[in-house]
Structures are given as C-alpha cells and as structure tokens.
C-alpha cells in the first residue's frame, strides 16, 4: 500500500519537535519522531485550533459599522440585536454555515458559540450545521429579562449551557437564577466580564462561571481571584481592536490563568484562528510579549482546557488525534504562524485520523 507523507515538524505543550505523519487512504498511520522523509510537505502539525468564543449568528451583519460597544452589540438594542431581529431565518442560518464551513477550512475543529435568540437562536445553529462544520458547544440564552424557568429549561435541554452578556446588562437575580439552573442541569455557565468597564469580580464569581470571556479591563486582584479559582478567561484581541480597546493577555498569560482564544463577533472578525492567533501575538508585543509557542498554545492547548470538561478532545498528536497542517516557508514554523501565515497556509484538517483537504470545503 502506497504511503504518502506530511509535515516536518509536530507541536507538543513542551515545544514543536522534529516529526511527520505517515498517510495511508487519507488515513494516518503513525505518528513519527524524528527527521522525515525528503518527500514529506514542508509543514507543522499541531492540535488542531479550538475557537473558544463566536457569536455567529451574525456573521450576516458583517462588516459591521464603527461605533461604541454599547452601540455596536449591548442588548437589546444594539446594531447586532436589531439586525437579528430583521433578518430572515434562513439568511442566518446560511451566514452561520458559511462561517462554520470557513472555521474547518482554516483549521478549527471545535468552537463555542454564545447563541442569542432563545430556544429558536439554538435550533437555528443546529440547523445550519453540514458535515464540514466543526464540532460545536452550543451556550444558549433567554429572549428577554422576563426568561421563566420554563424557557431556561427549553434551551439547557436543546444546547450545552447558557452564554450571557456583561453583568450589568441583566437583574441579578435573573442571572444568579440562570446560573443555579444550569448547575442543577450539569451544563455549562459563562458569561462577558470587565470587557469596556471593571465589573464586580465578587458578583461575576458568585455565578458559579465555567470561563470568562475578555477581562480587559480587570485589576490585578481580578485576575489573581480567577488564578485561585481556576476560571479560565478566552480573549477575543481582533473585536477589542474594533472597539478601541487592547486586553492585556501578556499580563493573562503569567498570571496562571489557563487562557483560551476566540474570534468573537462574526460581523466583526471572521473566525480565522490563524488571523486572531497573529493580532494576539502583535497586542502582547506591545506589552512585554509571549513567545510563539505561548501564543499558538492559547489556540491550541488553551481551548482544550476550556472544553475538555464537556469535549473530552485529546492534547495529543496520535493516528485518531483532530490536527492541523499549516505549510510553512522556513525552519522557524511558530514564529511563521503568529506573524506571516494564513488560512491559506492550511494544508489539511486531520479529524479522528482521517485527512481532508480545505479546498475541498471553500467552494
């Protein structure tokens, strides 16, 4: 049986090292160590990129017009919420398969999408997912402040937990009511914080959240209080730009929280790992920097730690792993990918072993 072979080197938590991926029928067959074969794809290999936050429900709205964060998507009045409100059912869910289907084509293999629009908004996103669509956790959240527990128990039976916006977007009762319902179902809890404003790290924490997303705005106190707490925070650097706001994810990053990466607003950021990888990396340069493999690792590793509790996906590089192949020009690949790679650059998506290329998903 005629071998073909990928890649020249493989990304470990530790660091990359040399390594290929013996192909057999679009299948792999070994994991192997070591210098490749002359024949084999000048690439990387690596987990494959885990999108740990999106909203792409309204990838439709893209581009979306300047404007303040309040303005632009708070709820309910926001640009995002009324174009929601006046688009069709089926222009979303096309929106939303088109952003799935580049999310696999560019090497992604699960994300977490907070998913407004109650019990529809969830059934919408399930109905627009094909076979190329990347495995999704699927965060819920009620129509209106007036959510019953009837409503809340709809959604948490039809997705994996609920997804809410800034604290002080919502009555706090509702939220703290949202949250014990979603424990009691097992499901998942998080929530926006301190994104354009400090918000109370006391009230956030008594939620309960399974992760928080953006912390930019977050004392050294916050942070050291999700550290003890072992709460991981996704950062989104791509849609804080669009807002004149720069989280500091140097400062995340040695702080000891686990910390994920996310594209956030479709309408804002298409979700490319690879495009949020490289303005991640060009953020902490300007506050003292992480190394390449830090940075690759919040796409990687990073989201991994956010959803192996309900994803149980492997860290490792094996025959039935989910991997990414990005090609590279040089013998630096890390570097290559947080500064001058692109979607392009994606060579092929391994899922559970089997190879498929992304051309075969762009059309």
């Known amino acids: 049986?005629?071998?073909?072979?990928l890649g020249r080197w493989l990304l470990a938590p530790e660091g990359v090292m040399k390594g290929f991926l013996k192909i057999q029928d679009d299948e792999v067959v070994e994991v192997c160590e070591g210098s490749p074969p002359a024949e084999s794809t000048n690439a990387l290999i690596l987990p494959s990129f885990i999108n740990a936050?999106?909203?792409?429900?309204?990838?439709?709205?893209?581009?979306?017009?300047?404007?303040?964060?309040?303005?632009?998507?708070?709820?309910?009045?926001?640009?995002?919420?009324?174009?929601?409100?006046?688009?069709?059912?089926?222009?979303?869910?096309?929106?939303?398969?088109?952003?799935?289907?580049?999310?696999?084509?560019?090497?992604?293999?699960?994300?977490?999408?907070?998913?407004?629009?109650?019990?529809?908004?969830?059934?919408?996103?399930?109905?627009?997912?094909?076979?190329?669509?990347?495995?999704?956790?699927?965060?819920?959240r009620p129509l209106s402040a007036e959510?019953?527990?009837?409503?809340?128990d709809a959604i948490l039976g039809s997705c994996d937990g609920i997804g809410m916006s800034a604290v002080r977007d919502w009555p706090f009762d509702l939220l703290k009511r949202i949250s014990g319902r979603t424990k009691a179902a097992g499901k998942v809890f998080s929530i926006h914080a301190s994104?354009?404003?400090?918000?109370?790290i006391d009230k956030v924490l008594d939620l309960k959240p399974d992760f928080l997303v953006h912390m930019v705005k977050a004392t050294d106190g916050d942070l050291e209080r999700c550290a003890d707490a072992e709460i991981p925070v996704v950062v989104c650097p791509r849609s804080n730009e669009f807002f004149g706001l720069e989280p500091d994810i140097t400062r995340l990053v040695h702080s000891g929280i686990h910390v994920?990466?996310?594209?956030?607003?479709?309408?804002?950021?298409?979700?490319?790992?690879i495009e949020e990888l490289k303005a991640a990396f060009r953020v902490c340069k300007r506050r003292g920097g992480i190394s390449p493999l830090e940075a690759v690792n919040l796409a990687t590793f990073g989201g991994r730690k956010?959803?192996?509790?309900?994803?149980?996906?492997?860290?490792?590089?094996?025959?039935?792993?989910d991997l990414t192949v990005v090609t590279v020009a040089g013998a630096a690949p890390l570097s290559e990918i947080v500064t001058s790679a692109?979607?392009?650059?994606?060579?092929?998506?391994?899922?559970?072993?089997?190879?498929w290329r992304p051309e075969s998903w762009k059309a």
Do not use: C, Q, W
């Open 260 to 273: 994920a990466l996310g594209t956030d607003n479709g309408m804002i950021a298409r979700p490319d790992m």
């Open 306 to 321: 956010v959803l192996n509790a309900a994803a149980k996906i492997t860290s490792e590089i094996g025959t039935k792993s």
């Open 342 to 355: 692109s979607s392009k650059d994606v060579h092929a998506i391994i899922r559970g072993g089997k190879v």
């Open 147 to 152: 959510a019953t527990d009837d409503e809340l």
């Open 1 to 5: 049986m005629h071998s073909t072979y």
């Open 195 to 200: 994104e354009a404003v400090n918000e109370d």
């Open 53 to 140: 936050h999106t909203h792409i429900g309204d990838s439709l709205a893209y581009p979306a017009p300047k404007g303040s964060l309040e303005e632009v998507v708070a709820p309910p009045s926001g640009y995002k919420h009324r174009i929601l409100r006046s688009a069709s059912r089926s222009a979303k869910i096309d929106a939303m398969r088109e952003a799935m289907i580049l999310m696999s084509a560019s090497g992604t293999s699960h994300f977490i999408d907070y998913r407004e629009e109650g019990l529809e908004g969830v059934h919408a996103l399930s109905e627009a997912m094909v076979d190329a669509s990347p495995r999704a956790m699927v965060l819920g």
